[in-house]
């Protein structure tokens, strides 16, 4: 069974772009959360959702946004790149909604904001 | 407001070493904890999801013990290897109605050849 896959895994920006990552879960897993991995805050929640619908969302401004289609895969977006939006961005699948289930990671997505 | 803590940041043993990572955690209200391992510059490797209700779960050299009442989890790693190097985060997931999964700093482990 293939693992979680993001795409693109390496992204150089400039202050100001935006940027589209997208994130395919395992098959038959429907929820897909987003993360945000920097040296100085760690991992940080950024966003989970659950058949189409946004479920939870972390502490993160209005240029953070995601979605989900109706074959799970989701897609994360920031507008008006600052230079402390470099980081890893990590997508995790399961199986469902439940708190019960185990999270599988992705390899990540590199992004750099110069 | 829930705050996962690991200790020590670093840790660096010789090969063959038995060695417990810790993680603490200030809310007791929890649905599970999850220990993770993660590789430079990779995503994350599930190694042991402990249930709420449980207080231990093993796979082969690995062990991860929950005290919910006392915010507490080790991971106790038996016999070290140098494969063994990498990142050891925790995760807690909250039971406050959002399911948010709550991230410890890590401890960056370095075994010795």
């Known amino acids: 069974k293939a693992g979680v896959t993001q795409t693109p895994r390496y992204l150089i920006k400039t202050r100001g772009q935006q940027v589209t990552l997208s994130c395919s879960p395992i098959s038959g897993h429907r929820s897909v959360s987003w993360y945000q991995q920097t040296p100085g805050q760690g991992l940080q929640f950024l966003f989970e959702y659950f058949s189409e619908t946004q479920r939870n969302k972390g502490n993160f401004p209005g240029r953070f946004s995601g979605r989900q289609f109706s074959n799970s895969r989701s897609e994360m977006n920031v507008s008006t790149l600052e230079l402390g939006d470099s980081a890893l961005y990590l997508c995790a699948s399961s199986l469902a909604f439940l708190p019960t289930d185990t999270q599988y990671f992705g390899p990540g997505t590199r992004l750099t904001v110069l | 407001k829930q705050e996962v803590t690991q200790i020590p940041a670093a840790l660096s043993v010789p090969e063959g070493e038995n060695l417990v990572l810790n993680c603490s955690f200030t809310?007791?209200?929890?649905?599970?904890l999850q220990w993770f391992r993660q590789d430079p510059g990779k995503g994350l490797t599930s190694l042991l999801l402990i249930q709420s209700s449980q207080r231990e779960q093993t796979s082969g050299r690995l062990n991860a013990s929950l005290d919910k009442s006392s915010g507490r989890s080790t991971l106790y790693i038996a016999a070290s290897q140098p494969g063994d190097s990498a990142t050891y985060l925790c995760?807690?997931?909250?039971?406050?109605?959002?399911?948010?999964?709550?991230f410890g700093t890590g401890t960056r482990l370095k075994v010795l050849a």
């Open positions: 809310d007791s209200a929890i649905y599970n």
């Open positions: 995760a807690v997931r909250l039971s406050s109605g959002t399911y948010k999964y709550i």
